[in-house]
């Protein structure tokens, strides 16, 4: 069995899975974590690859960048390829000064003014939990670790909002505030993942390292961003072992 999106046959997709959006990460998380990665979709260079962590069989995929595109490989991951479990890994921006760079943060809540759920289930929905029980799992590997994680709500944006003028900004966290959510962070595609987890009754979360800041100049390189993120990658790793 396939998808449009998607070559691997049914049962080459563990039941869990680690998605970073970036594809390249995903190969580096394969390369270096797991025992006999198999390379099992490669379909418009979106890698997946199957192997054991620590004797327990992982997927390792990537969602691309944005909600429609984590919308689709996650949804199928769900619906077609019998997937309970998908814990996001990637970056964010802080929305607070108190965060630094390469903290990593573990999500609450997503507040999106997407209209993703509108136009997919026709339901007007702005709000959605990650899964408590995923995120008690990570908190126990963060903790057995000795690696701090922060937990706190997430913003999902559209735009990647750096761009933004203060003035643009400012105006928008206005419109957030007006819903009583007060975010930590800001990333693109965990609201489409937590709410396709919430439609098909399956687990979905989103555990991110800081990788730029409304309140420092300097950022995070690309190269930093792809390999440089290994405290929340073996975290999240450590978390699916208590699936």
Known sequence: MSTPHNEANLGDIAKTVIMPGDPLRAKHIAE????NPKLVNQVRNIYAYTGKYKGKEITVMASGMGMPSMGIYS???????????IIRIGSCGAYVPDLDLFDIVLSKSIFTESTYALGFYNDDCHIVETSKDLNRMIKEAATENHIKIIEGDTICNDSFDPYMTQEDFDKFMDRVHSQNFYPLSAEME??????????LNKKATCLMTVVDSRFETKAATSEEREQGLDNMIKIALDATLKC
């Open 32 to 35: 270096k974590f797991l025992e």
């Open 75 to 85: 949804f199928e991951l769900f619906k077609f390829y019998d997937v309970d479990h």
């Open 190 to 199: 965990a609201f489409a993942l937590c709410y396709n987890a919430k439609m």
